[in-house]
């Protein structure tokens, strides 16, 4: 199964065109990738990746994820291993205080490209090959649909990136698959905020959430938890109830 799931990655890449982009389209070990979808219930989205990540392009990453399987980035991570800890821990503790496991979880970007920063992911997507962002953002949904939801079983997305006045995490899911719905903003702090949208990628509906970028702002378990369950309850696809009570969770007062 390691070597149908890689052949299928990669298969994708070089059919997008993005497999020598300096990037890495997965932070999670290569093992899950591999693994049944029924385990893979949770998938965590950031914006797109630093330069730490450069040191791969999406296909060698998937090559060395291949060949070492277990070898996880956001483990990595834990240990220091691109940077301050506080992201990692992050990563790490929300899927725990959702009621998933955070090793079964996917990590990924949404755009599948790396830069300095989010404010020079334009400049850099328009010296790539793809040559512009319009373009980098359409190749990097459609490997999110061929590659990263089929390998999974989704009962949430969790987008941490949620600026709407330029690209970001969540926008960018929102605008490629939320089929015409509206933000359903839960809290509108410049710190806390919050919002839903259901996906509907390919006739499968998804919860999303977005979130401010976690390597600056820490999550706010409860309006993640209310954001999730509206939009499940829209959907009307809720799922066996999970180890946390949402009959005291209330939207601000404010909205």
Same mark, same amino acid.
């Given at each position: ?6 052949? !299928? ?26 693994? +049944? ?14 330069? $730490? ?9 998937? !090559?060395?994820g291949?060949?070492? +399987? ?6 990595? &991570? ?5 940077g301050?800890?506080?992201? *990692? ?6 899927p725990? *205080?959702? &009621?998933?496991?955070?090793?079964d979880?996917i990590?990924?970007? $949404? ?6 920063? #989010? ?5 850099? *997507?328009?010296?790539?090959?793809? &040559?512009?962002?319009e ?6 949904m459609?490997?999110f ?5 089929p390998? #999974? ?5 969790? #987008? ?30 410049s ?35 209310? #954001?999730?369950?509206r ?5 009307? *696809?809720? +799922? ?16």
């Amino acid at each position: 199964m390691l070597q149908k799931t890689r052949d !299928h990655i990669l298969e994708v890449l070089e059919d997008l065109g993005i497999g020598d982009f300096p990037a890495r389209p997965f932070d999670c070990a290569f093992e899950l990738l591999a693994a +049944p979808p029924s385990r893979k219930r949770l998938i965590i989205v950031g914006f797109n990746g630093s330069l $730490a990540d450069a040191i791969h392009t999406n296909s060698g990453a998937v !090559h060395a994820g291949y060949e070492d +399987p277990t070898f996880s980035n956001i483990a990595h &991570g834990l240990e220091g291993g691109w940077g301050p800890k506080t992201l *990692a821990r992050r990563l790490t503790d929300l899927p725990t *205080a959702l &009621g998933f496991d955070w090793r079964d979880t996917i990590y990924s970007n $949404a755009l599948l490209l790396c830069s300095k920063d #989010a404010a020079s992911i334009q400049k850099a *997507a328009e010296q790539s090959s793809a &040559g512009s962002l319009e373009a980098l953002t359409r190749k990097s949904m459609d490997f999110f649909k061929r590659v990263t939801i089929p390998l #999974a079983q989704p009962e949430l997305i969790i #987008a941490y990136s949620n600026g709407l006045a330029s690209p970001s995490a969540a926008k960018i899911l929102w605008e490629a698959f939320g089929d015409g719905d509206e933000l359903d903003h839960v809290d509108t702090s410049s710190y806390r905020a919050t919002y839903g949208f259901t996906a509907n990628i390919e006739g499968q509906k998804v919860p999303v959430v977005g979130i401010r970028h976690m390597s600056r702002f820490s999550p706010s378990i409860e309006r993640i938890k209310l #954001a999730w369950e509206r939009q499940r309850q829209l959907t009307n *696809a809720v +799922p066996e109830a999970r180890n946390f009570s949402l009959a005291k969770t209330r939207a601000p007062k404010h909205l």
